[in-house]
């Protein structure tokens, strides 16, 4: 494997193939830096003085009218793009690029007052109103001709401007769970269509049979109410399937609007990384996904006494993780610059985190970070949240100066920068994939069974140990290749069909290493129970049989015992009866079915399948049959502390210290430091050249 890889990249080189040149970045400056910026906020005087620090900074790009539809329509049909303009040519004159947004999360009042239709009603009767953003519907006819009509008019004007480099569509963009007249129609709609007009197919799917739910036709049916105990969790299923499609059909019209005008610019948007609501990735006509990302607002998920200071080691690694696999570019539109106003504690991030977190988003392969934002409002909601120029609009906050350091430190490895993927070999030979699909958690998390069971939380025991090898990971879904991965492991991998277990068996049998998880293909798509015991569906490629799950209590877990090892467990265990060809690895003690394993695995074809029927406490057990896993497959992994992770991009290695203690990480043989010494402190940064 090692020896594919050396040759691999040996013959891009040879070949002249230095950079790996993508549809729109250019692989030699790495990233990109950028700011958000509100002409609209500022007396026009000051615009120019403004645009000129963000140069003298460093920042190539600034962003554009993300809040602006009062400004750019002030009455409806009356368009207004010379203050805009003005903004551009200004922004221009300095070097700065711009990224143009679409307005559609701030509807002006003229159009909440004229078409109410269009504020979004909540599930217990609140209609939302004008006064804060993203109170209209997704779901409503008129409002979305209206943000057409709007979106239609900027792109005509902007979209062959080569000072604009790209689109943001809407802001953070959620899904919606809107309880209007129109939502409700389009609901039901939805639904002809899925179950081909035909009201007896769709009450199969939801079992309706079952307390007396059937319909008879489908005017009858109404949006789910969630709030109400025991309500039909397929339906509920359907429902929320509904609201990521409106939410995805919004974003992707509004993309082919721009696309009739544009030239050479992107299109993304910048979702919130609420990576179970559904929605992620599908807009197919985004040129590429990008997020938002915050990290210290009180909730205290860091390491040590003052770790809320820094922020959860993980939380921009695991975004990068799953937002660059979904089109092979990402951005981070978003990146806290300092304290933020909106947390329910808001203290000061760590002298050296904002770096840190730049460095971070770098890692994971970004090709453009921007932060919101460039100066510190005045009025409005956000008035405490920091910028890079404080309130004064000149004087720039200790973010502002870590942002400067790192552009500069960027620009300096530009000279130096190789191609994207050229990385070690050992490095490649670990890289895996986490199989993921957010209906698995919508329908887990609706039927728990256990009150302590946490769907993400399960997943996040695997992908802590992964990162904590060194290794590279893609969260994926299933539209993707999985013969590019040594490893995938799907964990809760509850509803599952024939299609994709032959997927899974193919794979394996090919020499992929497959890992899966309790709880896995126990359902079908429509989230109902097979007529067939549990876990039949994957008896011919696990060689497991299941004879029952149990649920423990918290204050009294279980224990389990690997490798003379014991673990804690309650959330989720299965009793196994594996077939004569699987090892087992560990057994359960204390317990009515003592010396029952849970734990198997077995070769099939040229690969295996480890089958991990039980959830622990704490994650030490998924850590350490992973590593026994990959150590029978002779993958050399390091191990790295929680909150120190390592990368590698361009050539680069990048080493980040989220822990509360000074961490000293010893170079690989012939690399040499760049950035930072190899003694690296809480919040520090090590990047290294690797061996040419």
Same mark, same amino acid.
């Given at each position: 494997m090692k020896k594919q890889i050396f040759t691999l990249?040996?013959?891009?080189?040879?070949?002249?193939?230095?950079?790996?040149q993508s549809t729109w970045f250019n692989d030699k400056d790495l990233t990109l830096t950028g700011v958000y910026y509100y002409p609209e906020h500022w007396d026009e005087s000051q615009w120019e003085r403004d645009f000129k620090q963000m140069h003298d900074l460093g920042f190539e790009f600034t962003h554009f009218a993300e809040f602006a539809w009062a400004q750019?329509?002030?009455?409806?049909?009356?368009?207004?793009?010379?203050w805009l303009d003005k903004a551009i040519a200004l922004a221009d004159k300095y070097k700065l690029k711009v990224v143009m947004c679409t307005s559609t999360a701030t509807p002006p009042v003229w159009l909440s007052r004229k078409y109410p239709e269009i504020l979004i009603k909540y599930e217990d009767g609140t209609v939302l109103d004008h006064g804060a953003r993203q109170h209209a519907s997704f779901a409503s006819p008129r409002y979305r001709e209206l943000a057409y009509k709007m979106i239609e008019k900027l792109a005509q004007h902007y979209g062959n401007d080569p000072r604009i480099i790209g689109w943001q569509l809407d802001n953070e963009p959620a899904v919606q769970f809107d309880y209007n007249e129109a939502a409700e129609v389009a609901f039901r709609n939805f639904l002809k269509n899925k179950y081909h007009n035909t009201i007896k197919e769709l009450n199969d799917a939801w079992g309706t049979a079952f307390w007396s739910e059937v319909y008879s036709t489908f005017d009858e049916i109404t949006l789910p109410k969630t709030a109400q105990m025991f309500m039909n969790h397929h339906q509920i299923l359907d429902y929320r399937r509904f609201a990521a499609g409106q939410t995805n059909d919004f974003l992707n019209e509004q993309c082919l609007l721009i696309k009739k005008y544009a030239r050479n610019q992107w299109i993304t948007t910048n979702y919130i990384p !609420?990576?179970?609501?559904?929605?992620?990735?599908?807009?197919?006509?985004?040129?590429?996904?990008?997020?938002?990302r915050y990290m210290v607002y009180g909730d205290n998920e860091g390491i040590g006494r003052r770790g809320y200071r820094v922020g959860n080691p993980l939380r921009i690694a695991f975004a990068n993780d799953f937002f660059r696999p979904v089109q092979g570019t990402y951005g981070v539109m978003e990146l806290q610059p300092g304290q933020v106003n909106w947390g329910g504690i808001n203290p000061q991030p760590l002298p050296g985190a904002v770096r840190l977190w730049l460095w971070s988003v770098f890692a994971g392969g970004s090709d453009f970070i921007c932060t919101y934002r460039y100066r510190q409002p005045l009025y409005g909601t956000e008035q405490y949240h920091y910028g890079i120029a404080n309130t004064d609009g000149t004087t720039i906050t200790p973010g502002?100066?870590?942002?400067?350091?790192?552009?500069?430190?960027?620009k300096q490895l530009r000279i130096q920068a190789k191609a994207r993927d050229m990385k070690p070999a050992d490095y490649q030979a670990r890289r895996t994939a986490i199989l993921f699909n957010h209906e698995n958690a919508w329908s887990i998390e609706r039927q728990k069974q256990n009150r302590t069971w946490n769907t993400m939380a399960h997943i996040d025991k695997y992908y802590r140990t992964l990162k904590s090898f060194g290794a590279p990971v893609d969260i994926i879904n299933e539209s993707k290749d999985l013969s590019q991965y040594p490893v995938v492991i799907a964990p809760a991998y509850q509803m599952a069909d024939k299609a994709l277990v032959d997927r899974w068996t193919e794979y394996v049998k090919n020499g992929g290493n497959l890992v899966l998880t309790c709880r896995t293909a126990q359902k079908d798509r429509y989230g109902r129970l097979p007529e067939a015991p549990f876990g039949s569906l994957i008896y011919?490629?696990?060689? !497991?049989?299941?004879?029952?799950?149990?649920?423990?209590?918290?204050?009294?877990?279980?224990?389990?015992?690997?490798?003379?090892?014991?673990?804690? $467990? !309650?959330? $989720?265990?299965?009793?196994?009866?594996?077939?004569?060809?699987?090892?087992? $690895?560990?057994?359960?003690?204390?317990?009515?079915?003592?010396?029952k394993p849970a734990i198997t695995t077995r070769k099939l074809g040229k690969g295996t399948i480890t089958y991990v029927g039980i959830d622990s406490t704490d994650g030490t057990l998924e850590r350490d049959v992973l590593k026994k896993l990959y150590a029978k497959l002779n993958i050399s992994v390091m191990d790295l502390p929680y909150g120190v992770t390592m990368e590698y991009r361009n050539g680069l290695g990048i080493v980040l210290n989220y822990g509360d203690k000074p961490y000293r990480f010893n170079l690989p043989e012939g690399a040499k430091a760049l950035i930072g010494t190899t003694d690296i402190p809480t919040a520090g940064v090590l990047v290294f050249a690797t061996k040419q």
């Amino acid at each position: 494997m090692k020896k594919q890889i050396f040759t691999l990249l040996c013959a891009c080189l040879m070949s002249g193939m230095l950079f790996a040149q993508s549809t729109w970045f250019n692989d030699k400056d790495l990233t990109l830096t950028g700011v958000y910026y509100y002409p609209e906020h500022w007396d026009e005087s000051q615009w120019e003085r403004d645009f000129k620090q963000m140069h003298d900074l460093g920042f190539e790009f600034t962003h554009f009218a993300e809040f602006a539809w009062a400004q750019l329509e002030p009455e409806e049909g009356k368009y207004d793009f010379a203050w805009l303009d003005k903004a551009i040519a200004l922004a221009d004159k300095y070097k700065l690029k711009v990224v143009m947004c679409t307005s559609t999360a701030t509807p002006p009042v003229w159009l909440s007052r004229k078409y109410p239709e269009i504020l979004i009603k909540y599930e217990d009767g609140t209609v939302l109103d004008h006064g804060a953003r993203q109170h209209a519907s997704f779901a409503s006819p008129r409002y979305r001709e209206l943000a057409y009509k709007m979106i239609e008019k900027l792109a005509q004007h902007y979209g062959n401007d080569p000072r604009i480099i790209g689109w943001q569509l809407d802001n953070e963009p959620a899904v919606q769970f809107d309880y209007n007249e129109a939502a409700e129609v389009a609901f039901r709609n939805f639904l002809k269509n899925k179950y081909h007009n035909t009201i007896k197919e769709l009450n199969d799917a939801w079992g309706t049979a079952f307390w007396s739910e059937v319909y008879s036709t489908f005017d009858e049916i109404t949006l789910p109410k969630t709030a109400q105990m025991f309500m039909n969790h397929h339906q509920i299923l359907d429902y929320r399937r509904f609201a990521a499609g409106q939410t995805n059909d919004f974003l992707n019209e509004q993309c082919l609007l721009i696309k009739k005008y544009a030239r050479n610019q992107w299109i993304t948007t910048n979702y919130i990384p !609420n990576y179970d609501e559904g929605h992620i990735g599908g807009s197919p006509d985004l040129d590429f996904v990008s997020y938002t990302r915050y990290m210290v607002y009180g909730d205290n998920e860091g390491i040590g006494r003052r770790g809320y200071r820094v922020g959860n080691p993980l939380r921009i690694a695991f975004a990068n993780d799953f937002f660059r696999p979904v089109q092979g570019t990402y951005g981070v539109m978003e990146l806290q610059p300092g304290q933020v106003n909106w947390g329910g504690i808001n203290p000061q991030p760590l002298p050296g985190a904002v770096r840190l977190w730049l460095w971070s988003v770098f890692a994971g392969g970004s090709d453009f970070i921007c932060t919101y934002r460039y100066r510190q409002p005045l009025y409005g909601t956000e008035q405490y949240h920091y910028g890079i120029a404080n309130t004064d609009g000149t004087t720039i906050t200790p973010g502002g100066h870590e942002f400067e350091q790192f552009i500069k430190e960027v620009k300096q490895l530009r000279i130096q920068a190789k191609a994207r993927d050229m990385k070690p070999a050992d490095y490649q030979a670990r890289r895996t994939a986490i199989l993921f699909n957010h209906e698995n958690a919508w329908s887990i998390e609706r039927q728990k069974q256990n009150r302590t069971w946490n769907t993400m939380a399960h997943i996040d025991k695997y992908y802590r140990t992964l990162k904590s090898f060194g290794a590279p990971v893609d969260i994926i879904n299933e539209s993707k290749d999985l013969s590019q991965y040594p490893v995938v492991i799907a964990p809760a991998y509850q509803m599952a069909d024939k299609a994709l277990v032959d997927r899974w068996t193919e794979y394996v049998k090919n020499g992929g290493n497959l890992v899966l998880t309790c709880r896995t293909a126990q359902k079908d798509r429509y989230g109902r129970l097979p007529e067939a015991p549990f876990g039949s569906l994957i008896y011919d490629l696990t060689g !497991n049989e299941m004879e029952f799950y149990d649920l423990l209590l918290p204050e009294e877990p279980g224990k389990f015992v690997m490798d003379g090892k014991e673990y804690h $467990w !309650n959330t $989720w265990g299965e009793i196994l009866k594996p077939g004569k060809d699987c090892q087992t $690895w560990g057994k359960y003690i204390e317990e009515f079915y003592e010396g029952k394993p849970a734990i198997t695995t077995r070769k099939l074809g040229k690969g295996t399948i480890t089958y991990v029927g039980i959830d622990s406490t704490d994650g030490t057990l998924e850590r350490d049959v992973l590593k026994k896993l990959y150590a029978k497959l002779n993958i050399s992994v390091m191990d790295l502390p929680y909150g120190v992770t390592m990368e590698y991009r361009n050539g680069l290695g990048i080493v980040l210290n989220y822990g509360d203690k000074p961490y000293r990480f010893n170079l690989p043989e012939g690399a040499k430091a760049l950035i930072g010494t190899t003694d690296i402190p809480t919040a520090g940064v090590l990047v290294f050249a690797t061996k040419q």
